[in-house]
Nanobody
Framework: QVQLVESGGGLVQAGGSLRLSCAAF????????MGWFRQAPGNEREFVAA????????YYADSVKGRFSIYRDNAKNMVYLQMNSLKPEDTAVYYC?????????????????????WGQGTQVTVSS
């Protein structure tokens, strides 16, 4: 069992930066590949970024590639999403997710359906 708690969201101007944090509570954090997803009003939840169990591999949605970075600290049970050069279209609720199988690591498209645990979400609003 893993409980996830996100923090770090807020209001930022376009071009600005935010760092989201996700704290995991449970003794098996390193057994999960971790990911960030987001959901804007009226839209489906979409993949943003993922990181492998040890942190050695990452994967990004095309829309954030080059602007966002995902990293984790297994000693602290934390995963982060550094978001730079933010755009108004990045506005959404951002969710942290834990995925034991990590299908994306083996070539499958990342999917919200493949995750085992979710956080409650944190709002990110980017003003133009």
């Amino acid at each position: 069992q893993v409980q996830l708690v996100e923090s770090g969201g807020g209001l930022v101007q376009a071009g600005g930066s935010l760092r989201l944090s996700c704290a995991a509570f449970g003794r098996t954090f390193s057994s999960y590949a971790m990911g960030w997803f987001r959901q804007a009003p009226g839209n489906e939840r979409e993949f943003v970024a993922a990181i492998s169990w040890s942190g050695g591999a990452t994967y990004y949605a095309d829309s954030v590639k080059g602007r966002f970075s995902i990293y984790r600290d297994n000693a602290k049970n934390m995963v982060y999403l550094q978001m730079n050069s933010l755009k108004p279209e990045d506005t959404a609720v951002y969710y942290c997710a834990a995925d034991a199988v990590g299908s994306w690591y083996f070539g499958a498209p990342p999917s919200a359906l493949s995750n085992d645990y979710w956080g409650q979400g944190t709002q990110v609003t980017v003003s133009s």
